[in-house]
């Protein structure tokens, strides 16, 4: 099969058109336009050609469709993806799929809870958020997130905390040895020193969970 990019007119010509160099290069100019239009006709397939759309486009492009987390600092592979999830982030508006999937997505995490007021006995209309994530926890990165939160929420609902849980493992290792000395007597006139050597393990396991209480402004 050949590729659409790479075709030429001189591979459905006759034997004795090929030889000819008029028509080679003929043949040759052809490809390399197709190939700039066909380049130019992917771009504008906009929506389902992200990936390969110039950063300066897809800046646009947030603009238009009002993409709920997007920073023209970010780099050029978390642009796509949340531009890739603006538009189902739209359609699921004021869900709790909403607001999981842009929890997990903002912290790279795949674990993410929400939890509203009924399900741990809080006040109506309130929400939480749990999850684990080994991302640094910045206070302008989380203002960036709840800007973004309120764009995919319930508007009745509100966010009273969210739990950043990070577990952390670690061995520690404790030895401990005790000895003692001592003098048996065996006879009235010898008398023996003797080591007497004892040995314990102790193995300890300690884990730290950390949590940050943020509250909605």
């Known amino acids: 099969?050949?590729?659409?990019?790479?075709c030429e007119l001189i591979q459905i010509m006759p034997e004795v058109f090929r030889?000819?160099?008029?028509?080679q290069a003929a043949s040759y100019a052809l490809k390399k336009t197709s190939q700039i239009i066909l380049r130019r006709a992917d771009c504008t397939n906009v929506y389902g050609g992200i990936d390969m759309l110039p950063d300066e486009i897809v800046d646009l492009l947030a603009e238009e469709l009002r993409a709920q987390y997007y920073d023209v600092?970010?780099?050029?592979?978390?642009?796509?993806?949340?531009?890739?999830k603006a538009l189902l982030w739209h359609c699921k508006a004021g869900t709790l799929a909403a607001v999981k999937e842009l929890t997990d997505f903002v912290w790279k995490s795949d674990s993410a809870q929400v939890q509203e007021w009924f399900e741990y006995s809080s006040a109506p209309y309130l929400f939480r958020i749990l999850l684990e994530t080994e991302m640094c926890i910045?206070?302008?990165?989380?203002?960036?997130?709840?800007?973004?939160?309120?764009?995919?929420?319930?508007?009745?609902?509100?966010?009273?905390?969210?739990?950043?849980?990070?577990?952390?493992?670690?061995m520690l290792y404790v030895?401990?040895?005790?000895?003692?000395?001592?003098?048996i007597v065996i006879t009235d006139v010898w008398k023996?020193?003797?080591?007497?050597?004892?040995?314990?393990?102790?193995?300890?396991k300690q884990s730290e969970i950390k949590r940050i209480r943020i509250k909605e402004g």
């Open 1 to 6: 099969m050949i590729s659409l990019q790479e």
């Open 192 to 204: 023996g020193e003797y080591d007497i050597g004892n040995s314990m393990y102790i193995q300890v």
């Open 138 to 170: 910045e206070e302008e990165k989380i203002n960036i997130f709840l800007n973004s939160l309120w764009k995919v929420k319930n508007t009745r609902s509100h966010l009273e905390s969210i739990t950043f849980i990070r577990k952390i493992d670690s």
């Open 19 to 23: 030889r000819d160099a008029c028509i």
């Open 175 to 183: 030895g401990a040895v005790s000895r003692s000395l001592g003098n």
């Open 73 to 84: 600092s970010m780099n050029a592979t978390d642009k796509r993806q949340a531009m890739k």
